[in-house]
């Protein structure tokens, strides 16, 4: 997978060279490109942002500069693709899925962009040529995403209903939740599968994860679970599933609502998450926490 972003702050991207995700950018399996926007701007001080027009506060970004900087970035992307400067294995899927004629996703990250949810995560890993472009002051101007659309696939998205002063830290959360997910990232595939969401359809489709414990069995006076312990793992299982509902239930309320009604299915109910339909057993979980749902629960 190759990575571009574009910002007025690259120094912002040094965390993209540690841990996990530095280690799989050294192996070539990703490659970040991270791109100055005031490279592409042509007077002295080296403006990208101008007063909005029908007045109110703030500043927006000027579209000049992001057009030329994504043209260019599109522009050398191609080119590198055709064969030159491939770091091996990033390079050569960026470099088949340009001969289809895929071009690269760009992804704007603005807070009122569509949601980036696990799913979305999941549909960012499997794309070869990520472009990201970090606004700052009031946002970049709205022509930019519009032209752009005119020869890329273009997301405007949000990480979360809060406003950030820019679309850096936003660009490092999606890339760290979509790189994870890359084969051979992650030492153990397997815990991806096992994730909050269960984005893949995984035990916890639709439900965050439930608690974990290690070593000592006994710590400060607080015993692990005893059925962690047990060996029997039918049983291990349905009660990590018991405790992954009572936590959603708890904190993520909104989730549960999400989850089919075993039967019918409810018209409006976000599908966002994949569904995962409660049973019987299930339902009493909820209901001895002191969560009881019901088909009529789910619909509101
Ligand atoms: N005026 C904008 C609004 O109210 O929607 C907020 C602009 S914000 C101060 C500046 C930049 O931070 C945005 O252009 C975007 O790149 C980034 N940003 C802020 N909050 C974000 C969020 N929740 N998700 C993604 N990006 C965000």
Redesign the pocket.
Same mark, same amino acid.
């Given at each position: 997978m190759r990575i571009d972003i574009v910002t007025i702050f690259p120094e912002y991207f040094g965390p993209l060279g540690v841990s996990l995700i530095g280690k799989a950018a050294e192996r070539g399996e990703i490659t970040f490109a991270v791109h100055d926007l005031r490279h592409w701007t042509h007077d002295v001080h080296h403006t990208v942002d101008d007063a909005p027009f029908g007045g109110g506060p703030?500043m927006v970004m000027k579209p000049e500069p992001w057009g030329e900087a994504l043209d260019a970035v599109v522009e050398q992307g191609v080119r590198r693709a055709a064969g030159q400067g491939q770091s091996p294995a990033a390079g050569q899927v960026q470099a088949e899925a340009v001969g289809r004629g895929q071009p690269p996703l760009l992804v @704007?990250?603005?807070?009122?962009?569509v949601p980036f949810t696990q799913r979305r995560a999941v549909a960012y890993a499997a794309e070869p040529w990520l472009i990201f472009a970090?606004?700052? =002051?009031?946002? @970049?101007d709205a022509r930019v995403a519009d032209d752009a659309r005119s020869r890329l696939r273009v997301d405007e998205?949000?990480?979360?209903? =809060?406003?950030?002063?820019?679309?850096e830290p936003?660009v490092l959360v999606m890339t760290e939740a979509v790189c994870r997910l890359l084969p051979g990232v992650l030492g153990n595939v397997a815990s991806v599968a096992d994730d909050s969401f269960g984005a893949g359809g995984g035990p916890m489709a639709g439900l965050v994860e439930g608690p974990s414990f290690t070593r000592p069995r006994l710590w400060r006076n607080l015993e692990v679970p005893p059925v962690l312990l047990s060996g029997d793992h039918g049983a291990i299982a349905r009660w990590r599933r018991d405790e992954a509902l009572k936590r959603t239930a708890r904190n993520r309320p909104d989730l549960i609502r999400k989850l089919a009604p075993a039967q019918p299915d409810v018209a409006g109910v976000s599908r966002d998450t994949p569904r995962s339909p409660l049973n019987d057993h299930d339902r009493s979980v909820l209901s001895e926490a002191g969560f009881p749902v019901t088909g009529e629960d789910v619909a509101h």
């Amino acid at each position: 997978m190759r990575i571009d972003i574009v910002t007025i702050f690259p120094e912002y991207f040094g965390p993209l060279g540690v841990s996990l995700i530095g280690k799989a950018a050294e192996r070539g399996e990703i490659t970040f490109a991270v791109h100055d926007l005031r490279h592409w701007t042509h007077d002295v001080h080296h403006t990208v942002d101008d007063a909005p027009f029908g007045g109110g506060p703030g500043m927006v970004m000027k579209p000049e500069p992001w057009g030329e900087a994504l043209d260019a970035v599109v522009e050398q992307g191609v080119r590198r693709a055709a064969g030159q400067g491939q770091s091996p294995a990033a390079g050569q899927v960026q470099a088949e899925a340009v001969g289809r004629g895929q071009p690269p996703l760009l992804v @704007i990250p603005t807070p009122s962009g569509v949601p980036f949810t696990q799913r979305r995560a999941v549909a960012y890993a499997a794309e070869p040529w990520l472009i990201f472009a970090c606004g700052r =002051y009031e946002g @970049i101007d709205a022509r930019v995403a519009d032209d752009a659309r005119s020869r890329l696939r273009v997301d405007e998205v949000s990480i979360g209903d =809060y406003v950030l002063a820019g679309g850096e830290p936003a660009v490092l959360v999606m890339t760290e939740a979509v790189c994870r997910l890359l084969p051979g990232v992650l030492g153990n595939v397997a815990s991806v599968a096992d994730d909050s969401f269960g984005a893949g359809g995984g035990p916890m489709a639709g439900l965050v994860e439930g608690p974990s414990f290690t070593r000592p069995r006994l710590w400060r006076n607080l015993e692990v679970p005893p059925v962690l312990l047990s060996g029997d793992h039918g049983a291990i299982a349905r009660w990590r599933r018991d405790e992954a509902l009572k936590r959603t239930a708890r904190n993520r309320p909104d989730l549960i609502r999400k989850l089919a009604p075993a039967q019918p299915d409810v018209a409006g109910v976000s599908r966002d998450t994949p569904r995962s339909p409660l049973n019987d057993h299930d339902r009493s979980v909820l209901s001895e926490a002191g969560f009881p749902v019901t088909g009529e629960d789910v619909a509101h």
